[in-house]
């Protein structure tokens, strides 16, 4: 059993977790959080999953707020009732952004939590729930609720014990993952931020557009045409429009960043499928990237290039 403590700071590595679930040979992950830094919270859920680990909550120990999106990330998630608490986002705008900007931010980061929702098999009524509970007033979910939302999915006769077939008493071999140091390299947060850009353009219309409003500058070297940000969404929306059907996947291997001055250029290959089910047309291929991005608390696309391969 791996038991993660502590609260999730923004643009947290995540390093001493994947070490420790080698090293540890751990299977279900158990949460003491109050929960911090959502985009962070986000992504350590992907990494559960992507490793096939199942998560489990006890009452007596803490998953509230930004952990509860975490725990979505088990295959099997079991959770004794009280023991999840959830809340209204708080996706506050940086100092001097604009009202547009931060509106953006605002339904960008809404959209990017409803989405991982769904991705992770949960009921976006969730989200519904939590939007009718601020931050001083936590709403602790019943087992009911848990089990209609698909907050959990183990059967509801059962214990979370039985269900996962561990121990509810940490074992004394367990391995603890603390919050690391919240702070992050440039590089790793402009890598974090074209990959989640470019694999999301695979989301429904809206919320890809609304990550697209929220990720590029007011003027942006688009293509080698400097062009503004109302026509990058109008492109965007003509694009997405014609192919309703998306899918992309970032090849690790590929990905090569530098940065300096906080400017970050980040380039690679990604694989890339589309769809049109009312024209039953399907392309896909290869295709190169380059973004260059103004790293900041809200990182900017400044640059972009890119090209299918033949």
Known sequence: ????????????????????????????????????????????????????????????????????????????????????????????????????????????????????????????????????????????LSASEMAELRVTNAAANQSPADALQVSTTPDPASVSAPAPDARQQPE????AFVRDLIEHHGDNNDFALAQAQASYAPMVDYHGKLTNLSSIMEDKRSYYQRWPERGYNVRNDSIVVSCANDRCKVSGIFDWIVRSPSTHKQEKGVADFSYEIAIGPYPKIIAERGDVRP
């Open 188 to 191: 790793s947060v402009a890598v």
């Open 1 to 140: 059993m791996l038991v993660v403590s502590g609260e999730f700071g923004a643009n947290e590595p995540l390093n001493a977790f994947t070490n420790a679930v080698a090293s540890s040979r751990a299977r279900v992950v158990v949460f003491n959080s109050p929960g911090g830094n959502v985009g962070s919270a986000i992504r350590l859920g992907r990494i559960i999953r992507a490793a096939g680990l199942d998560t489990l909550q006890l009452r007596q120990l803490q998953c509230a707020s930004a952990c509860s999106l975490a725990f979505l990330g088990g295959v099997h998630r079991v959770a004794e009732p009280g023991s999840i608490g959830v809340h209204r986002p708080s996706l506050k705008p940086a100092d001097g952004m604009s009202n547009e900007d931060a509106e953006a931010r605002f339904q960008f980061g809404t959209a990017a939590i409803i989405s991982y929702v769904v991705e992770m098999g949960a009921d976006p009524k969730l989200m519904e729930l939590a939007s009718s509970y601020d931050k001083h007033d936590i709403r602790y």
